[in-house]
């Protein structure tokens, strides 16, 4: 069974900062996609950035960026220059064969001014 | 970019009634949509997965008589709580597969349910 783990349950850093959040995954498969989704306090679910597994170069969308160890089963997510509108909910999330999406339990993080 | 639009944003009703809620593709086509459930402060926890034109799958341990999913047409389905009780109470959200890009998922904003 595909399973996808959190470690971090909140975090807080301040403006301006970087910070990653953990993710790890368990599958036999081997081609599959991985996401961040963020979910703000108004609960809608935004997509932040997606992987591929056959993809090897990491994928970036302007300050997040993703360290994508295959191996490992790793999954990070690192926010360059945090802002205040970060503060969300993030949660990993895996896909495999085109079918439904298993998310972590979330990583509550708080952007301080 | 797509949107999934979800209907009622809030519903409050009565132990004992039915409850009906709607999740639109508005500018695409979704053979699949994905009905979740989420507890405050937990993740969402899949509940079924509804494909136009045939019976919903349903997640181990969801009742499939009491969250009846209707997948009518390529732009709706429709969750329908029945015989709602106060545990029931809850914030809903559907997700859309896009036909077009098969590993793209787009959420509603939620339902929040409060059964009193």
């Known amino acids: 069974a595909q399973t996808v783990t959190q470690s971090q349950p909140e975090m807080s850093v301040q403006e301006a900062e970087t910070v990653t959040l953990s993710c790890t995954y368990d599958?036999?498969?081997?081609?599959?996609?991985l996401f961040w989704y963020k979910q703000p306090p108004s609960r809608q679910m935004i997509l932040v950035i997606r992987?591929?597994?056959?993809?090897?170069q990491n994928a970036t969308e302007n300050r997040f960026s993703v360290n994508f160890q295959k191996a490992a089963k790793s999954f990070s997510l690192k926010i360059s220059d945090s802002q205040l509108g970060d503060t969300a909910m993030y949660f990993c999330?895996?896909?495999?064969?085109?079918?439904?999406?298993?998310f972590g339990k979330g990583t509550r993080l708080h952007i301080l001014p | 970019g797509a949107v999934v639009s979800q209907h009622p944003s809030r519903v409050i009703c009565k132990s004992g009634t039915s409850v009906k809620i709607e999740c639109r593709s508005l500018?695409?086509?979704?053979?699949?949509m994905f009905w979740y459930r989420q507890f405050p402060k937990q993740s969402l926890m899949l509940m079924a997965t509804?494909?136009?034109?045939?019976?919903?799958?349903?997640e181990q341990g969801v009742e499939k008589d009491k969250f009846l999913i209707n997948h009518a047409s390529l732009t709706l389905s429709t969750l329908t709580v029945t015989s709602a009780h106060p545990e029931d109470s809850s914030f809903y959200i559907c997700?859309?597969?896009?036909?077009?890009?098969?590993?793209?998922?787009?959420f509603g904003p939620g339902t929040r349910l409060t059964v009193t």
């Open positions: 599958t036999s498969e081997n081609n599959y996609y």
């Open positions: 997700s859309a597969r896009d036909l077009r890009h098969q590993y793209e998922q787009y």
């Open positions: 992987q591929e597994a056959y993809k090897q």
């Open positions: 509804s494909n136009e034109g045939s019976k919903a799958t349903y």
């Open positions: 500018d695409f086509q979704a053979t699949t």
């Open positions: 999330a895996f896909m495999w064969d085109n079918d439904k999406i298993i």
